[in-house]
């Protein structure tokens, strides 16, 4: 009995080998490899109307506007932080200058601060992020403020030989996570036979 | 407490992890940009009073005998001036002694022996100098004597205020 039931397993082993070569079935493997990932590109680009490069002259009851443009010059939605104040340009500055904003588009002015400075700012929220493609323009107005008094004319007078004052403009730019995810669905996939 | 430290060290290093892997995931694309205008200067003032910008000058004294007369002219230049400029120029007479009979101080036809006050408005636009003339004049009154008038001295001070119009 034992010798029978040795056979048929024996039997039942070589059967099976010999079934599992037969039972195979067409098999393929398909390696893909995406193309490359790379950044996105970030560029946050200044333009200055003409005269922010030339030296400009002025007396009391004068000013001069300029003309700010920033522009998201990038793949990425932005959010920007910017300020615009007057500085001196070395030792005495002309201290009867005031900062204004005329006007500003994209992008939102704060209070002038003591006439000399100004903060901008652009929300990270989906309506009033800096997005792909747009600009925020903004017209400052410097203006020699004219006052007719003893002090005043005084502090003129000192300034008009010695000072001299700049406008100073720095824009911080923070690249905003993107609103588009991709999920498995997005992904184009083909597999050829 | 041994047990304690079997357990606190594990976590902190797996803080620290958590730590490290988040302020990398945290990270956003940052770009700065910072510019400076051109420098913005005072435009320059510079007004002549009879060719020079010196805050006081003399005239000059004179003496007068009757029937004479002399001319003291202020010439006033605001061509210098890169602002439109008004000037006014004020007269003050004053004296010591007796006024002569005949005396006046005159200037444009007018008398103004008690002073004046002139403003010529827009001197840099205008392109060209102006000036004034005060003429102190005697006119003899044919007196028989005037020795009343020996220690009689004439003050004139003539005030020229430069300002920037609006």
Known sequence: MKK????????????????????AAYTQQLDTTSEAI????F????????????????????SVEYKLEIKN?????????????????????????????????????????DGKSVNFTTGDGKNDMLRVGETAKVTLRVTWVYANDDTTNAQDNADMDKASSQLSVTVNATGLASSTTYAIGDVDTEFGN | MKRAWKWILPAALAALVIFVFSY?????????????SAVIRAKSFT??????????????????????????????????????????VTLKVGYDGAWPEG???????????????????DLQSAGETKSVTYTVVWDDPHL????????????????VEAEQSR
């Open chain 1, 4 to 23: 029978f039931i040795l056979t048929v397993a024996l039997v039942l082993a070589v059967v099976t080998s010999l079934v599992a070569g037969t039972m």
């Open chain 1, 38 to 41: 790379t950044t996105k590109t």
């Open chain 1, 43 to 62: 560029s946050i680009k200044g333009n200055m109307s003409d005269n922010f490069t030339k030296a400009i002259e002025i007396a009391p009851g004068e």
């Open chain 1, 73 to 113: 010059d990038g793949e990425v939605n932005a959010k920007l932080n910017m300020k615009a104040a007057i500085v001196a340009a070395a030792g005495d500055e002309i201290n009867g200058l005031k900062l204004e904003v005329v006007s500003v588009e994209k992008i939102t002015a704060g209070e002038v601060v």
């Open chain 2, 24 to 36: 990398g995931s945290l990270a956003a694309f940052t770009k700065s940009l910072s510019e400076t």
């Open chain 2, 47 to 88: 007004f002549y009073v009879n060719e020079s910008s010196s805050q006081k000058q003399s005239l000059g004294d004179a003496a007068l005998a009757p029937g004479e007369s002399k001319d003291y002219t202020v010439v006033l230049d605001g061509r210098s001036c890169e602002t439109a400029v008004d000037a006014t």
């Open chain 2, 103 to 121: 005396l006046s101080v005159r200037c444009g036809g007018e008398d103004v022996s008690d002073g004046c006050k002139k403003t010529f408005a």
């Open chain 2, 144 to 159: 028989d004597n005037y020795e009343p008038y020996r220690d009689f001295t004439l003050h004139l001070s003539v005030t």
